[in-house]
């Protein structure tokens, strides 16, 4: 492949490669699920673009008509469906989609549909669109995005193969970060070394991710959570009567900011269990290995263990509904004790 191609989707190196050949060679298929987190937007986009790029240089060009028009928005054969503001994508809009592939591309050598949270879709709308996966027209693309690709039917899942994007190595996010970050990225990676890498450890190989970061005072207000949420499960685990306290009063917030506060506990206590049994491991939640073991002194790992479980028990509960208070004040006391 050219070193460029899909050079907006960072890492991935092998799928895009084979992407771009399957392109070059005219052997691209007719439907693919694209799961995974971050990028999956970003590739989708691309991909549509590649395959009505009239440029011949790395795919997309970027610069050929087709590419001007798709990087507005204003393809006529490129077109995104979602569900909305609805919990579920439904029949009628697979049907919209159905009828709509009959109708040859207007310009553009392939007609693409993605298809936003594809997972979404209700067993009667995947059922619908079985139909057009077993003879689409010869034109078409359908791009079928979700995070996981479980939820959908073993027959859509046979007719479409997934393409399976992997979050990024720590250098790879780092190489976009500075590519795509501007000035403001530069300057972070320079200046403020640490928060530089405490932004790709947040980040956890998702670019996105990184990249919303960036953003306004994004970063500092993530690194505040991650302290608050260190020196509330330490000084549970050390019987510090003001971390519960100042647990109790986290009983407010909504469910999502508590279930996130739990999802750094338990990120936190990962880290310091493993560094109880080894020095070199990638790291989560702390800086190094060495930053957990040093955190975690005199905290053994059988109740770092214990601990874990406490916290992922009053995630489980609270995701299932369960009072947050209450939830929340039974995890201390058994952490505590
Ligand atoms: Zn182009």
Redesign the pocket.
Known sequence: MAADDFASVPGNAELRRRLARSIREGTLGHAYIIEGTGTVRELASMLA?AV????NGVL?????P??VRAAAGTHPDIRTVGRGDRATLGVDTVRDIRADAYIIPSEGERKVYIVEDADTMTVEAQNAFLLTLEEPPEYVLYLLLCRSSDALLPTVRSRAPSLRLRPCTSGELSDHVLRVGGARARALHDREPEKFSELLLIAGGDPSLAESLLEGGALDARIAEKRRAQSMILGLLRGDADAVLDLSRTKKPKRTDTLDLLADMERALRDMLLSKRSQSFDTCFFASPGDADAASSGISARRLASALDCVRDCASGIEKNASIGTALTAMAIKIRS
């Not at 009505?52 to 440029?55: A, E």
């Not at 997309?60 to 050929?64: A, D, N």
């Open positions: 673009r009505n790029c009239t440029g997309p060009c970027g610069k050929c087709s590419c």
